[in-house]
C-alpha cells in the first residue's frame, strides 16, 4: 500500500533523498552550487531538514563527497570484474580508464572530490582515509596479485599503487582541465580517444617500469 501523503518519510529516506540532490546539484559543473538552499530545493525539502539531518552545510557536503567515492568504488569494481580473465596488470589498466571515464562524465563531483572546488570545505583526515580505503586498495589489491605473479616487482603493494593511481590522477585531471578550456590545436590530447590512449599509455609504460 502506498504511504499516505502526510506520513513522514523515513530518516534514510530523507537523507538519501538530500544525498541524491547534492549529487544533481554538482551535474552542472559548478561546486559552487551545491548550497543548503538550492539542495533543499532539488530534494523538495527545507533548509532546516538539512540542518537537521546533517548538522548543516558542512555536513551535506562530506556526505556528498563521500557519496562520490562511493560511485568510483562501484565503477572500479565493476572495471575488475569486467576484466577478470586478464592479468592483474590488465586489470589495473581497465581501472585507469573507468576511472578516466568517471572523471570526465562526473567533473564537478571529482572536483569536489580530489581539488578544492570549495574553497571553505576540507574533508577531515578520517574521512579521506575513508574514501580513499574506499578505492585505492581496490588498486592495491590489484598490485599485490601482480607482484605474487612476478608481474610487479617487490612485496609491498602500496607504493607501486600511489605511483601508479598519481599517473592516472596527473593525466586525467590535466585532461580535465584542457578539456574545460578552449582547444588547443596540435595538443597531445586533442580528443577523448587520445585522452584514453594517453592514459594507457601512461599506465602501461609505469607498469613495466615496475616490472
Known amino acids: 500500500m502506498a504511504r499516505a501523503v502526510a506520513d513522514p518519510l523515513p530518516e534514510v529516506d ?3 533523498r538530500i544525498v541524491a540532490a547534492g549529487l544533481m546539484a554538482l551535474s552542472d559543473d559548478n561546486a559552487a552550487d551545491l548550497t ?3 539542495v533543499a530545493k ?3 525539502s527545507s533548509t532546516m531538514c538539512i540542518y537537521t539531518k546533517f548538522g548543516g552545510r558542512t555536513g551535506m557536503v562530506e556526505a556528498v563527497y563521500h557519496r562520490g567515492f562511493e560511485l568510483l568504488r562501484d565503477v572500479l569494481t565493476a572495471a575488475t570484474g569486467r576484466a577478470a580473465a586478464l592479468e592483474p596488470t590488465e586489470r589495473v589498466v581497465a581501472m585507469a580508464t573507468a576511472y578516466r571515464r568517471f572523471a ?7 572536483g569536489l572530490m580530489f581539488e578544492r ?3 571553505d570545505f576540507d574533508p577531515s583526515p578520517a574521512l579521506r582515509a575513508e574514501a580513499l580505503g574506499m578505492t585505492l586498495t581496490l588498486l592495491t589489491d590489484q598490485v599485490a596479485l601482480a607482484q605474487k605473479r612476478g608481474l610487479v616487482a617487490g612485496d609491498d603493494p602500496v ?3 600511489y605511483l601508479l593511481w598519481t599517473t592516472m590522477h596527473g593525466l586525467t585531471s590535466s585532461e580535465l582541465t584542457h578539456a574545460q578550456r578552449g582547444p588547443l590545436g596540435g595538443w597531445v590530447v586533442d580528443s577523448p580517444e587520445g585522452g584514453e590512449r594517453v592514459l594507457v599509455e601512461g599506465v602501461r609504460a ?3 617500469g615496475l616490472g
Do not use: N
Open 206 to 208: 609505469l607498469l613495466a
Open 104 to 110: 570526465l562524465e562526473r567533473p564537478a563531483l571529482y
Open 159 to 161: 607504493r607501486p599503487s
Open 36 to 38: 543548503v538552499r538550492r
Open 14 to 16: 530523507i537523507r538519501e
Open 42 to 44: 532539488l530534494a523538495g
Open 117 to 119: 572546488a570549495l574553497p
